[in-house]
């Protein structure tokens, strides 16, 4: 069992990580390796301490290096639930289970909206994870709704195991797919009765589906973590980073505004030490 897991590997999460690892606590780091798209996509950055005028690309391969010095290492796989087990959380990651003591969530603002019917369905034929539920959609027909360019992979292994995929792109620049996979408009609802049976598109059509993926960075708090407190889309903290939940914190954008580095910096190292001084406390119970 890990001291510690933190969800996203953007400036909040490394932040944190590099402090643990400090204090040596393992930890179990999940997210892109690539760190931030958000930092890398930054033009100029000019409100980082003691770095000066400095491009996204730049400080996210700053930080890239850092994780790497200190023997870092980012878990490239999506959670998709966290379970609250009494005295630990359990961790579901693409199939696997992990299990820590605390749970530190740095997410960032999830900006994609879930689609109407997404969270009603939910394990009745709506899934996150395209490696874990894909075979159990062999010879069927499904529907993808591809957030970053980074799932392209996903819907080609999709396409390989399904009859037909329709694909919703929420970028530009769509790669080539497999001939199997038609790309479609927005997805208004997903609907259907027991199970998912159908999803309706902006224009008004329905196009019948066994399943849907929806394939993202991070799934919205409320569906991660079941009885976390929300303000809106943020999650509710105090000045030590603790949610309502015991042994839960959360660092960075996903508190709310100021959508700032510095803040999100800030907010990880002091999550830390919360950390480590609720770890330090439990063992003294």
Same mark, same amino acid.
């Given at each position: 069992?890990?001291?510690?897991?933190?969800?996203?590997?953007?400036?909040?999460?490394?932040?944190?990580?590099?402090?643990?690892?400090?204090?040596?606590?393992?930890?179990?780091?999940?997210?892109?390796? &690539?760190?931030?798209?958000?930092?890398?996509?930054?033009?100029?950055?000019?409100?980082?301490?003691?770095?000066?005028?400095?491009?996204?690309?730049?400080?996210?391969?700053?930080?890239?290096?850092?994780?790497?010095?200190?023997?870092?290492e980012p878990v490239d796989k999506m959670v998709t639930a966290i379970m609250f087990m009494n005295d630990h959380y359990s961790i579901l990651a693409d199939n696997?289970?992990?299990?820590?003591?605390?749970?530190?969530?740095?997410?960032?603002?999830?900006?994609?909206?879930?689609?109407?019917?997404?969270?009603?369905?939910?394990?009745?034929?709506?899934?996150?994870?395209?490696?874990?539920?894909?075979?159990?959609?062999?010879?069927?027909?499904?529907?993808?709704?591809?957030?970053? &360019?980074?799932?392209?992979?996903?819907?080609?292994?999709?396409?390989?195991?399904?009859?037909?995929v329709y694909c919703f792109a929420t970028y530009k620049d769509v790669g080539p797919l497999p001939e199997n996979v038609e790309m479609i408009g927005p997805v208004?609802?997903?609907?259907?009765?027991?199970?998912?049976?159908?999803?309706?598109?902006?224009?008004?059509?329905?196009?019948?589906?066994?399943?849907?993926?929806?394939?993202?960075?991070?799934?919205?708090?409320?569906?991660?973590?079941?009885?976390?407190?929300?303000?809106?889309?943020?999650?509710?903290?105090?000045?030590? &980073?603790?949610?309502?939940?015991?042994?839960?914190?959360?660092?960075?954008?996903?508190?709310?505004?100021?959508? &700032?580095?510095?803040?999100?910096?800030?907010?990880?190292?002091?999550?830390?030490?919360?950390?480590?001084d609720y770890l330090s406390e439990s063992q003294t119970k």
């Open positions: 069992m890990f001291d510690t897991a933190i969800i996203g590997t953007g400036p909040a999460g490394l932040s944190a990580a590099i402090t643990l690892k400090l204090h040596e606590k393992s930890v179990i780091w999940f997210g892109s390796p &690539q760190m931030s798209l958000k930092v890398e996509k930054s033009e100029k950055i000019a409100n980082y301490p003691g770095v000066g005028l400095i491009s996204g690309a730049e400080l996210n391969k700053r930080f890239q290096d850092h994780a790497a010095e200190m023997g870092l696997e289970l992990y299990e820590a003591k605390t749970v530190l969530l740095a997410t960032g603002v999830v900006s994609a909206k879930g689609v109407p019917g997404e969270t009603e369905y939910l394990g009745r034929g709506v899934s996150y994870c395209a490696t874990c539920d894909g075979f159990l959609y062999k010879g069927k027909k499904i529907a993808v709704i591809c957030g970053p &360019q980074r799932y392209e992979h996903e819907v080609a292994y999709l396409a390989e195991l399904a009859e037909k208004r609802e997903i609907t259907g009765g027991m199970k998912v049976a159908s999803i309706k598109l902006n224009d008004g059509s329905d196009l019948a589906v066994d399943g849907v993926f929806c394939l993202r960075n991070a799934v919205a708090p409320s569906t991660l973590l079941p009885g976390l407190e929300l303000n809106g889309p943020h999650i509710v903290v105090d000045r030590e &980073q603790k949610t309502n939940l015991a042994g839960c914190f959360a660092a960075g954008d996903c508190t709310g505004r100021p959508y &700032q580095l510095t803040k999100s910096v800030g907010e990880g190292n002091v999550a830390a030490h919360t950390i480590i």
